[in-house]
């Protein structure tokens, strides 16, 4: 079945600063990656997602990039607010089976 | 996007009991699904709500402990059995149509005691 790997698993920035969570995944066949951003007692939020047709996507201050040859998906966070400190899981979606398998988490700390 | 209404939020049970969490949507939706997720980690996923039959399991979860039910498009419900402390967790269901996100309902806060 499909795995999702996860890093770091900590971030701390500096306001202002860039962050930058990676992932792998490991069903060729995923073909979906949403990432969610979880606040503290708060059910998880999707920020962002790709599908695997596209190699980047860009929302804002939030941009996603996708190699689908290496299975390698990233987040990327620009001019870092604390307000984006958090919880962030990336996932895969398989083809066939729709479900959607999550990473680990990275708890983002944005010091102000 | 879905508008999904989960309950109970919160309870606190006795060990040995069984308690039913449920999930409403207020639209038809493809998938539902199931998850758990321990304090300070990952969301785990239990199993795919299938409408009309049997839901599918992963790997570690069995029916017997987490019978789940899904009687039509919109509705789904999953009960903890025979509950132990280690069964302390949040439990949240999901929910997509094609081509679409996966929204999350509000979680339930489940601590067995």
């Known amino acids: 079945g499909e795995n999702v790997e996860q890093h770091p698993s900590t971030l701390s920035v500096q306001e202002g600063d860039s962050a930058v969570i990676k992932c792998t995944y490991s069903?060729?066949?995923?073909?979906?990656f949403p990432w969610y951003k979880q606040e503290l007692g708060k059910r998880p939020q999707l920020i962002i997602d790709i599908r695997s047709n596209v190699g980047e996507k860009k929302d804002q201050r939030i941009a996603v990039t996708l190699n689908k040859t290496a299975k390698h998906f990233s987040l990327h966070i620009t001019e870092t607010q604390p307000e984006d400190s958090a919880v962030y899981f990336c996932a895969a979606r398989g083809a066939g089976g729709f479900k959607t398998i999550f990473g680990a988490g990275t708890r983002l700390f944005v010091k102000a | 996007s879905a508008v999904i209404s989960q309950k109970p939020s919160r309870d606190i049970c006795q060990r040995g009991t069984s308690l039913t969490i449920q999930c409403q949507v207020d639209s038809q939706v493809t998938m539902m699904f199931w998850y758990r997720q321990q304090p300070g980690q990952s969301l785990t996923l239990i199993a795919t709500?299938?409408?009309?039959?049997?839901?599918?399991?992963e790997s570690g979860f069995v029916i017997d402990k987490f019978p789940i039910s899904r009687p039509n498009l919109t509705f789904s419900t999953l009960t903890v059995s025979n509950m132990s402390p280690e069964d302390s967790s949040i439990y949240l269901c999901?929910?997509?149509?094609?081509?679409?996100?996966?929204?999350f309902g509000q979680g339930t806060r489940l601590t067995v005691v």
């Open positions: 999901s929910v997509f149509a094609m081509n679409t996100e996966a929204f």
């Open positions: 069903d060729s066949a995923s073909n979906y």
């Open positions: 709500a299938n409408q009309g039959s049997e839901a599918t399991y």
